[in-house]
């Protein structure tokens, strides 16, 4: 794994940075059949977490997630969400705070800024996660993939932010499957189905889950192959390139 | 139309309120079959703006929005989105704010808070606007309701803020027609066509558009009512109070 030192990222005094304002990504690494989520833990804490960042002062927001994706994945140029603000005034824990910079070596007084009121700003992304080169930076131990099923427990509200991401994930996922390049340009409705499930986390019928992709009206059935055994080759199906009336 | 000093809102200083963070609620009102936008004119400047507002220390980013929407409006448990996160690190003006705080009788200075970088979180509410009581704060000299083509020139990015708000609205119809209770327990599939091409802002053909409200398995059809010509009623149908698989 890289480590790397990139001097936005340990600065205790925040300078440059938008203060009260956080980057939150959820990232989802999706390969062969399998949802996997990325967690930092920061050093020598025994302390998870989203691999969030802040907000430069010349920097849009969106770029802050692009840039804070790449910095941690090695990839830039994927579907990347801004998806919900988490903004209970509450939801900062300066305790937690204090030890996450304590383990960097640094002591902050009670009024530092990092251990006031933060704004999170959630973002999603999905990414094939064998094409991740994972990175650490000075104030993150360990940045590793986890099932939804074996998620360490997590600081103040990430738990939470990880369940709005998926619910989201999950609602848009008819119009994101284009966007997100899952799968290619033809594909079968037993891989389609194998998607589904995977992301939705249950099985679904055959016959029901067939009917309903259908008169979603996204898909495009395309000729079978000549195999010489046309009659036992599977549909092929592509994506509509644009969504009908 | 009420006038009414609320001190939270006429804070020049800033004391109590989040820095960098505003709220702009994009309120829809809807009527028999038309679509409206709230408008706010600050005083004294012939500067027109979404009705935003500050966030208080104590306050979750959710009950800002809540309190901007009722002040203005007098609407409370009225549907109410957050739908995106305006975050360009140069979308405020400082020319525009020094305007609006001398219309307001204030002369900032230079490094005035109000003047600096701005994250602007976005909101909509779609409300029945026979219902609302239109309320004017000290620092808004007319509040009013525009349709979409008469919208008058908007201060920073709140054009685009609008438009944003309009592609989510439109793109969630089918799950929001719920929330928003925007049709009586029971409606004819004519009723829910006009709905529909008054939100989209265009004409959808009845055979279309039938078949595409049933193949998404959230209606469900009543039986006709008992008028003596039942052959000539429509049917009427109610949602699912659940989605199906």
């Known amino acids: 794994m890289l480590r790397q030192s990139d001097p936005r990222e340990i600065n205790p005094q925040g300078e440059g940075l938008v203060k009260g304002v956080a980057v939150d990504p959820v990232i989802f690494g999706f390969h062969e059949n399998q949802l996997k989520i990325l967690i930092v833990e920061h050093t020598d804490t025994g302390l998870y977490a989203l691999p969030g960042g802040y907000i430069q002062e010349t920097e849009d927001v969106d770029d802050a997630a692009k840039r804070i994706l790449a910095m941690r994945t090695g990839l830039s140029d994927v579907y990347l969400q801004q998806f919900h603000v988490f903004g209970k005034y509450n939801r900062n824990n300066p305790d937690v705070i204090k030890t996450i910079l304590l383990g960097q070596g640094f002591q902050p007084t009670d009024d530092h ?111 079978k192959k000549k195999t010489g055994k046309a009659h036992k080759s599977p549909y092929l199906y592509s994506f509509r390139s644009s969504e009908p009336e």
Chains 1, 2 share one sequence.
């Open 113 to 223: 800024w990092s251990l006031k009121r933060f704004i999170s700003i959630g973002y999603y992304a999905l990414v094939d996660y064998t094409k991740t080169k994972l990175t650490l930076d000075p104030t993150t131990g360990s940045c590793e993939w986890y099932t939804l099923e074996n998620l360490p427990p997590l600081i103040l509200d990430h738990r939470i932010i990880i369940e709005k991401a998926l619910a989201t994930l999950r609602s848009n996922l008819d119009q994101l499957l284009i966007a997100f390049n899952l799968l290619p340009a033809m594909f079968t409705m037993a891989e389609l189905h194998t998607l589904y499930e995977t992301i939705l986390g249950k099985k679904l019928l055959n016959t029901n889950f067939q009917r309903k992709m259908l008169s979603l009206g996204i898909l495009e059935r395309i000729e």
